[in-house]
């Protein structure tokens, strides 16, 4: 097997902004932790620790091939044996066994209020006041708080390295990378705090793989799951219209990056300034209607595996 495969679970630190969409003057948050989230945090602690702000770009691209992550579910669990996936059923959308969506709201996500100030007088800004969603990290059940968990998979291609302005050649493998990802900070509104998680325990995977209880193939280059009748997706799946027959909600996906524009006959280079094309995807928690194969492509999106 060309591939480490590590399960991690991080404990929530403090509040995470997962960026969503706008619903009215409310911004949304997602309810978990999209592979190109956790590939951003990767990314920067690798640069930080071995590289330049300019090797941003290239330690990103290396990263995308060689190491790639499942998206991250909240638990309750600090061992992550008890993951909320997602889910749809004949009731609407669940998380885990026990959370119907209007539950996992109600228990799991909180907002707050901003509002920006208008400097001349000091008072609020017309038409900026905002409320901003966010996953809490502790949470109140049965009069018992409770922390909350991020649970996912890494998979590690074993030997690799990366050439940077530091060090010749830095060989990545776990015992490294663990300390460099230990601490993460994921999302949006870091800046106020938000999005902070630690490394509270991990595993690593052996015999016949599974990861969120679904089957895994390791081959060369390639992670693939098998899915079957009834199972639902680990994370956005690719769609192929009137192709495969799956139960379950669409979006389109869109992401920013490190990379480089030209506007007005300046070049712009920065984070963000790469906008990705859009891919329209079966959402986290949509149900497979027949027997499949599935890779694990960039960011922990998936994709059709044919014959």
Known sequence: ???????????????????????GFIQRTRYYI???ALWGAITANLTRSIGVYRDYKVFGEEIEKKIKTTYFYPSLDRLGED????????????????YSQSDFERIFISSYGQTAIE???????????????????QVKIDDEIKDVYFVGYVFIQKGFSLKNRK??????????????????????????????LNLVNEFKQGGKEKVFGKEVQVKND???????VGDSIISHLETEYNSLKIKGDIEPLV?????????DGK????????ISKAKICWVPGSIIQEDINLKLSEYGILSIIRG
Do not use: C
């Open 1 to 23: 097997m060309n591939w480490e495969i590590i399960k991690l679970i991080y404990k929530a630190e403090s509040p995470m902004h997962i960026g969503y969409h706008k619903l």
């Open 34 to 36: 999209p592979g190109k």
């Open 83 to 98: 993951v909320l996936l997602p889910a749809y059923s004949d009731e609407g959308l669940r998380y885990g066994k026990d």
């Open 119 to 137: 400097a001349s007088n000091n008072t609020a800004e017309e038409k900026s006041l905002h409320e901003t969603e966010y996953v809490s990290h």
């Open 167 to 196: 060090l010749e050649n830095e060989k990545i493998n776990w015992n490294n990378l663990r300390e460099i990802i230990k601490e993460i900070f994921i999302g949006g509104e870091r800046k106020y705090g938000m999005g902070r």
């Open 222 to 228: 390639n992670i693939s799951f098998n899915l079957n």
């Open 255 to 263: 992401g920013r990056k490190y990379g480089e524009i030209e506007k």
């Open 267 to 274: 070049k712009h280079i920065g984070f963000g300034q790469d």
